[in-house]
Each structure stands twice: as C-alpha cells, then as structure tokens.
C-alpha cells in the first residue's frame, strides 16, 4: 500500500493542526493504521495507532487526551486531530501501516512524511 500524509505545517503552540493519510494505491482495508514521528536527534516516536474498522485506538502518553486518531472506511483516510500543541510535537509525522499488527515504529509501510513546527 502506498500512503501520503499531508497537513503539516507551522502553529503556534496551544493551537490545532489535522494530519491526514491518504493512499494512492490500493485501499486501507483490514489494515491497522497509525502515526510516527521523529523529531530532530531524536529516535522514533509512536503517537497514535487505530485498528481495523476502527473499534480500538492506542495513544503514545506524550500526547494522550490531545490527540486524537480516526479513519473513514469509505474514504480510506486515516486522521490526526492534534490539539492544544507543545514545541516538543515539532517531528515529521509519518503515517504507517501494517497488516498483521497493530502500527508501530516497525510498521512495513510509511508514507513519505510531514512537518509539524510547533512555535513557542
């Protein structure tokens, strides 16, 4: 599957930004989906991570009761709804996918990336 993130960009903090994944080959079906980030020097982060249809959703604990996972079926988009944002969310966020597990930082697919800067 093939997936491209979009939505980053610049914020101050305490304000919003939606992260979307779309796919531009194939569909999202029977996939477990999630988010990835990696802020500069830093290792890999999981954020959020969203099963298939969408019943369970697991959160990493820097951005728990922030942000907020979902995905549209129909669509075969998955979102980030991220709220009341800090300076250390400044990451390129990667949406990830993967079949057999629920996402992680080993997930076999990444989309290419987005910036997220978070302004202090």
């Known amino acids: 599957v093939q997936l491209q993130a979009s939505g980053g960009g610049l914020v101050q903090a305490g304000g919003s930004l939606r992260l979307s994944c779309a796919t531009s080959?194939?569909?999202?079906?029977?996939?477990?989906m999630g988010w990835i980030r990696q802020a500069p020097g830093k290792e890999r982060e999981f954020v959020a991570g969203i099963s298939w249809p969408g019943r369970n959703k697991n959160y990493g604990d820097s951005v728990k009761g922030r942000f907020t996972i979902s995905r549209d079926n129909v669509m075969h988009t998955v979102d980030l709804q991220m709220n009341s944002l800090k300076s250390e969310d400044t990451a390129i966020y990667y949406c990830v996918a993967d079949r057999a597990m629920p996402a992680s930082t080993r997930a076999p697919f990444w989309g290419q990336g987005t910036l997220v800067t978070v302004s202090s």
């Open positions: 080959e194939g569909d999202l079906s029977y996939y477990y």
